[in-house]
Structures are given as structure tokens and as C-alpha cells.
């Protein structure tokens, strides 16, 4: 596999993996350019891509959802600690100041 280091380099014609975005990009017969987006990219062979392609897209159906929750929870847990973040009262100013 071929990695490039930058996002629009000049590419061969196949199919490319940015594994900090998850996403698979096809690049047409007769080469092209990979999109921006932050990150490497690299040629896989068209039967791998194949096979990534339902599993990246399980992997955000499971995620997703969870990811609901999570956010759900948290939201209730600082409900529930806000009463106990009063400041307490500041300290009286010292004599003679």
C-alpha cells in the first residue's frame, strides 16, 4: 500500500483510505486528486475496500447511538452537581485593610 502524506496530490486511478476521517475515496480511470481532508491517505486494493466499507459503516451505527447516551448521561450528571458548586462566601477582608 502507498501512503501520501498530503491531502490534493496528483493520484493514480484507485481507491483510498484516510484513517483519521474513516473515510474511502474512488479515484476515477485516469487518475485525480485526493480530497482535502486532515490526515493520510493510502491505496488499498479494491477487495479491501470492499470489505471496509460495511465495516466502517457498522462500527458509526454502533457509535452513534452510544455516543447519544454518553452526552445524555453527562448532561444529567452535572444537573444533579450543580447544587453543590456554590462558591463558597469569600473570606472576610483582614483588619485595618
Known amino acids: 500500500m502507498a501512503t501520501y502524506l498530503e491531502s490534493g496530490a496528483a493520484v493514480d486511478s484507485g481507491y483510498y483510505l484516510n484513517p ?3 473515510a474511502i475515496e474512488p479515484v476515477p480511470a485516469g487518475g485525480g486528486r485526493l480530497p482535502a481532508a486532515e490526515g ?3 491505496k488499498v486494493p479494491m477487495i479491501v475496500a470492499l470489505g471496509l466499507t460495511p465495516v466502517l459503516g457498522l462500527t458509526f451505527l ?4 452510544m455516543a447519544g447516551f454518553v452526552l445524555f ?8 452537581a450543580r447544587p453543590f458548586r456554590k462558591a463558597a462566601p469569600s473570606p472576610a477582608p483582614p483588619p485595618g485593610g
Open 20 to 22: 483519521t476521517t474513516w
Open 40 to 42: 493520510r491517505w493510502l
Open 62 to 65: 454502533m457509535f452513534l447511538p
Open 73 to 80: 448521561f453527562l448532561h444529567l450528571a452535572g444537573l444533579v
